[in-house]
C-alpha cells in the first residue's frame, strides 16, 4: 500500500519503521498484526 503511494522505508528503530515520500513522514510499530488504527491513519495520510 505505502509503495504503491510513493512512500518508502526510510529508517528502522527497534520495532518501529519510518516511511518518507519526501513530504510525508510516518512512523509505525512493526507488530503482526497492524492494528487498524495505524492502516486508518496511513490511508489518511495518503489522501491528504
Given amino acids: 500500500m ?11 528503530k527497534g ?3 519510518q516511511f518518507s ?3 510525508l513522514l510516518i512512523t509505525l510499530p512493526y507488530h503482526k ?3 487498524i488504527f495505524y492502516v486508518k491513519l496511513v490511508l489518511n ?4
Wanted: net charge positive.
Fill in 21 to 23: 515520500n519526501g513530504k
Fill in 45 to 48: 495520510a495518503i489522501k491528504g
Fill in 2 to 12: 505505502l509503495k504503491n503511494n510513493g512512500v518508502e522505508l526510510r529508517d528502522i
Fill in 33 to 35: 498484526p497492524m492494528k
Fill in 15 to 17: 520495532s518501529h519503521h
